[in-house]
């Protein structure tokens, strides 16, 4: 029913924006049993696994990077310390040819596709390799191949995008969606209102997901919004809407999956929020003791998703503790070893600077090129890194 | 006088503006209990409640927008965007709105109160998203003040009179310095008038330009030139619009050469306006083509960022083609 043809009323009433609180889907226990009543969603071993090692993956990645960045190995880092659940439980609904539009605090979705430990390195510390040819902060990577589009600082940018590209992929008839990730604090943006009307009312098939992590930077999630947080924007916008406990796994997988037949088989928008928190600093510049309590990390790292999933595992005898450690020692290694290689690997070359403003460096910007060049050759100690190349 | 570093002063304008008037209100992304992510507004909610010092919804266009209603209605916002290459969002709110508004009401409505503060600028290993100089954008809309300070004194002197300026002013602060640039500022408050340009140097060679954190980089190449033997007037614009064409020109005229430089890329830049007027100011006096060193015309790069830079270096060269032209 639009609104122009809702139901008359003869009192004057109105309505507070708690009256339609949206449920929270939660499936999976912290002890990895399930709840009363909760049905599990298809999920195969080896998807269940794929998940897991994922997780496992990106913990050790997030606590090395971390730490490299502590030592001065790489400029910033931002982690996904708790909300591994959300973000690779979400990746794993969707097939590969959909296209995935990410804020930045989402490597796990890219690795669930298979980006390799190199390729992360590479943009890290923005070598030759660097698909992104070095140009932007650590961890804005990109990946044609995977259908990962390119990250954008300018945040909530990419939600109308989504809308965008979704409506192309219906044009084409395509049997795929995109699938945009964003903040609660991103969700602020006039993009974000922009976005989810078009895509509404277009009936683009995108997937709108809230990481609501509790936190943008310092600004708690209170003095972020009033009301029934992101999904009842979605209910508002007249997309189908779920909203699930980010930190069950299960619960984002099923609900994903569901969403994707909505946006895929219906051709419309669903908007997904997963409340889950931001367990690390915002990022490595950040110092979270600022603005809020250890006890409050303390509480939620006892719900850490990465344990409530293994617990989940190893009640289904998939899983055995034993297995865990070798695995996070192999990729303990698997990072160190790659990340010493990389360390190793020279700058993009000078020209870069002046490639893919157009397709084709115009004339002037030929110019300038030429111009740096020649100054470089003068002062040679000054441009350490591009000195070399213009000899 | 005491020692600061330029976030300190940003933080002491606020803290001075807020205790003696209450209608100046602070707000941003982050700027409350955190006092921003640089710290610009440390202790400033603590000092004044949170009523007159506040986080805001993650929403720029939402800020400028808010801060416009307020002015509109008597209040003193101070609205910090935290980066200003995330002013876009708030670009119509600014240049649409805040900018016309006296105009388009024939002045029954202004938004006299209304300041942006935004750190700006590269050299922080920021790549494309947290480098820009977007300045040149501001300086085309009609109604608008821009002001660039490039010591932590201006930048408390020319903030308190941005504040107080009876025009909507955007005020760009240059974070590469905020913690670098130290140096003696007053306790007590003081202000420097908008509008003027600072001679920091007299020289007679070759009159110097620039704003903001390419200061450093123009001093230094003028004391590299200096020891070559040229004479460098080194001239700081601190305000963009309205510029202090008088003393420029007047500088010029004595030197006969000028060197404009900003880290903007160059096409479209402000270095152009200036150049084009100074041109008309001052076209039998000059003995060589007012040179311009800026930043290329791509986006901000990160690994190649100091090649990026317009630099002393690059500042030098150019005095030197200017000299020998
Ligand atoms: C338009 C814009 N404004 C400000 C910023 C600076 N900024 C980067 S991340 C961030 C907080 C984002 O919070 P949220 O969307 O909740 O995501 P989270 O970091 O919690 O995952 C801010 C303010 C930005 N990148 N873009």
């Given at each position: 029913m639009s609104g122009n043809e809702s139901k008359i009323t003869h009192k004057l009433r109105m309505m507070s924006g708690f009256e339609l609180p949206i449920d929270t889907l939660s499936l999976l226990k912290p002890d990895g049993s399930l709840h009363d009543g909760a049905k599990a969603p298809k999920l195969s071993k080896e998807t269940a696994l794929r998940i897991y090692d994922t997780m496992l993956f990106i913990r050790v990645l997030d606590e090395r990077m971390v730490a490299a960045q502590r030592q001065g190995r790489l400029s910033f880092y931002m982690t996904c310390i708790g909300e591994e659940a959300a973000v690779i439980g979400s990746a794993a609904a969707f097939e590969d040819h959909d296209m995935i539009m990410g804020q930045y605090r989402e490597h796990g979705a890219l690795r669930y596709r298979g980006f390799p430990t190199e390729q992360f390195m590479h943009q890290m510390l923005s070598n030759s390799k660097d698909l992104g040819k070095g140009r932007q902060m650590p961890i804005h990577y990109g990946s044609r191949a995977l259908n990962y589009m390119t990250i954008s600082s300018?945040?909530?940018?990419q939600i109308p995008q989504a809308a965008g590209y979704a409506y192309g992929q219906k044009l084409d008839g395509k049997k795929a969606c995109t699938l945009v990730y964003f903040g609660e604090g991103a969700a602020s943006e006039g993009d974000f209102h922009a976005g989810m009307n078009m895509a509404a009312v277009l009936k683009c098939p995108t997937v709108f997901f809230c990481r609501?992590?509790?936190?943008?930077i310092s600004t708690p999630s209170e003095e972020q919004y009033a009301g029934d947080g992101i999904a009842a924007r979605g209910v508002g916008y007249g997309m189908q809407t779920i909203r699930v406990d980010g930190n069950d796994v299960l619960a984002v997988f099923a609900a994903c999956v569901e969403a994707r037949k909505i946006a895929v088989e219906k051709q419309e928008p669903v908007l997904v929020e997963a409340m889950s928190y931001r367990l690390g600093a915002h990022s490595t510049s950040d110092d979270p003791s600022g603005y809020r309590s250890k006890d409050e990390e303390e509480k939620w790292r006892s719900v850490d998703p990465v344990l409530r999933m293994k617990n989940w595992l190893i009640a289904k005898k998939w899983w055995a503790e034993q297995q865990e450690k070798a695995v996070l020692e192999t990729y303990r290694k698997e990072v160190l070893d790659t990340l010493k290689a990389t360390e190793k690997v020279p700058a993009p070359a000078l020209e870069e600077i002046i490639t893919d403003v157009y397709d084709q460096p115009p004339a002037h910007l030929q110019q300038q090129l030429a111009e740096l060049r020649e100054h470089i050759a003068k002062y040679p100690e000054k441009y350490p890194k591009t000195a070399q190349g213009v000899k | 006088m005491a020692k600061m570093n330029l976030l300190q002063a940003v933080n002491s304008a606020l803290d001075l503006a807020m205790a003696k008037d209450r209608r100046v209100v602070c707000f941003g992304e982050d700027i409350g209990k955190f006092g921003g992510v640089f710290r610009a507004t440390s202790n400033l909610q603590e000092k004044y409640g949170r009523e007159r010092c506040f986080n805001t919804p993650l929403t720029e266009q939402g800020i400028a927008g808010f801060a416009i209603g307020m002015a509109a209605q008597g209040h003193v916002p101070v609205a910090e965007m935290q980066f200003a290459d995330y002013i876009f969002p708030a670009f119509d709110q600014i240049v649409n709105e805040a900018a016309k508004f006296r105009y388009r009401s024939g002045d029954q409505f202004n938004v006299a109160g209304l300041t942006i503060r935004t750190p700006y600028g590269g050299?922080?290993?920021?790549?494309?998203?947290?480098?820009?100089?977007?300045?040149a954008y501001f300086t085309q809309t009609p109604g608008l003040k821009v002001v660039v300070p490039s010591t932590p004194y201006q930048a408390k002197g020319l903030l308190l009179a941005s504040i107080r300026d009876p025009n909507p002013v955007v005020f760009f602060e240059p974070k590469r310095l905020y913690r670098a640039a130290v140096g003696e500022v007053p306790e007590e408050e003081f202000e420097i008038p908008l509008g003027v340009a600072e001679v920091v140097k007299e020289g007679s060679d070759i009159t110097l330009l620039a704003w903001g954190a390419q200061m450093e980089y123009l001093q230094a190449a003028a004391a590299m030139a200096e020891a070559e033997g040229i004479s460098c007037e080194v001239i700081d614009l601190?305000?963009?619009?309205?510029?202090?064409v008088d003393t420029v020109a007047r500088s010029v005229k004595k030197t006969g050469r000028l060197l404009i430089t900003h880290e903007a890329p160059l096409t479209g830049g402000y270095a152009g306006e200036i150049a084009a007027t100074i041109q008309e100011h001052c076209f039998l006096y000059l003995e060589s083509p007012i040179a311009r060193v800026c930043g290329m015309d791509t986006p901000f790069p990160l690994i190649h960022e100091k090649e990026y830079m317009p630099d002393q270096f690059k500042i030098f060269e150019a005095i030197k083609r200017t000299m020998n032209y």
């Amino acid at each position: 029913m639009s609104g122009n043809e809702s139901k008359i009323t003869h009192k004057l009433r109105m309505m507070s924006g708690f009256e339609l609180p949206i449920d929270t889907l939660s499936l999976l226990k912290p002890d990895g049993s399930l709840h009363d009543g909760a049905k599990a969603p298809k999920l195969s071993k080896e998807t269940a696994l794929r998940i897991y090692d994922t997780m496992l993956f990106i913990r050790v990645l997030d606590e090395r990077m971390v730490a490299a960045q502590r030592q001065g190995r790489l400029s910033f880092y931002m982690t996904c310390i708790g909300e591994e659940a959300a973000v690779i439980g979400s990746a794993a609904a969707f097939e590969d040819h959909d296209m995935i539009m990410g804020q930045y605090r989402e490597h796990g979705a890219l690795r669930y596709r298979g980006f390799p430990t190199e390729q992360f390195m590479h943009q890290m510390l923005s070598n030759s390799k660097d698909l992104g040819k070095g140009r932007q902060m650590p961890i804005h990577y990109g990946s044609r191949a995977l259908n990962y589009m390119t990250i954008s600082s300018p945040l909530a940018t990419q939600i109308p995008q989504a809308a965008g590209y979704a409506y192309g992929q219906k044009l084409d008839g395509k049997k795929a969606c995109t699938l945009v990730y964003f903040g609660e604090g991103a969700a602020s943006e006039g993009d974000f209102h922009a976005g989810m009307n078009m895509a509404a009312v277009l009936k683009c098939p995108t997937v709108f997901f809230c990481r609501n992590n509790g936190y943008a930077i310092s600004t708690p999630s209170e003095e972020q919004y009033a009301g029934d947080g992101i999904a009842a924007r979605g209910v508002g916008y007249g997309m189908q809407t779920i909203r699930v406990d980010g930190n069950d796994v299960l619960a984002v997988f099923a609900a994903c999956v569901e969403a994707r037949k909505i946006a895929v088989e219906k051709q419309e928008p669903v908007l997904v929020e997963a409340m889950s928190y931001r367990l690390g600093a915002h990022s490595t510049s950040d110092d979270p003791s600022g603005y809020r309590s250890k006890d409050e990390e303390e509480k939620w790292r006892s719900v850490d998703p990465v344990l409530r999933m293994k617990n989940w595992l190893i009640a289904k005898k998939w899983w055995a503790e034993q297995q865990e450690k070798a695995v996070l020692e192999t990729y303990r290694k698997e990072v160190l070893d790659t990340l010493k290689a990389t360390e190793k690997v020279p700058a993009p070359a000078l020209e870069e600077i002046i490639t893919d403003v157009y397709d084709q460096p115009p004339a002037h910007l030929q110019q300038q090129l030429a111009e740096l060049r020649e100054h470089i050759a003068k002062y040679p100690e000054k441009y350490p890194k591009t000195a070399q190349g213009v000899k | 006088m005491a020692k600061m570093n330029l976030l300190q002063a940003v933080n002491s304008a606020l803290d001075l503006a807020m205790a003696k008037d209450r209608r100046v209100v602070c707000f941003g992304e982050d700027i409350g209990k955190f006092g921003g992510v640089f710290r610009a507004t440390s202790n400033l909610q603590e000092k004044y409640g949170r009523e007159r010092c506040f986080n805001t919804p993650l929403t720029e266009q939402g800020i400028a927008g808010f801060a416009i209603g307020m002015a509109a209605q008597g209040h003193v916002p101070v609205a910090e965007m935290q980066f200003a290459d995330y002013i876009f969002p708030a670009f119509d709110q600014i240049v649409n709105e805040a900018a016309k508004f006296r105009y388009r009401s024939g002045d029954q409505f202004n938004v006299a109160g209304l300041t942006i503060r935004t750190p700006y600028g590269g050299g922080i290993a920021g790549g494309l998203y947290h480098s820009q100089s977007p300045e040149a954008y501001f300086t085309q809309t009609p109604g608008l003040k821009v002001v660039v300070p490039s010591t932590p004194y201006q930048a408390k002197g020319l903030l308190l009179a941005s504040i107080r300026d009876p025009n909507p002013v955007v005020f760009f602060e240059p974070k590469r310095l905020y913690r670098a640039a130290v140096g003696e500022v007053p306790e007590e408050e003081f202000e420097i008038p908008l509008g003027v340009a600072e001679v920091v140097k007299e020289g007679s060679d070759i009159t110097l330009l620039a704003w903001g954190a390419q200061m450093e980089y123009l001093q230094a190449a003028a004391a590299m030139a200096e020891a070559e033997g040229i004479s460098c007037e080194v001239i700081d614009l601190r305000t963009l619009l309205p510029w202090d064409v008088d003393t420029v020109a007047r500088s010029v005229k004595k030197t006969g050469r000028l060197l404009i430089t900003h880290e903007a890329p160059l096409t479209g830049g402000y270095a152009g306006e200036i150049a084009a007027t100074i041109q008309e100011h001052c076209f039998l006096y000059l003995e060589s083509p007012i040179a311009r060193v800026c930043g290329m015309d791509t986006p901000f790069p990160l690994i190649h960022e100091k090649e990026y830079m317009p630099d002393q270096f690059k500042i030098f060269e150019a005095i030197k083609r200017t000299m020998n032209y």
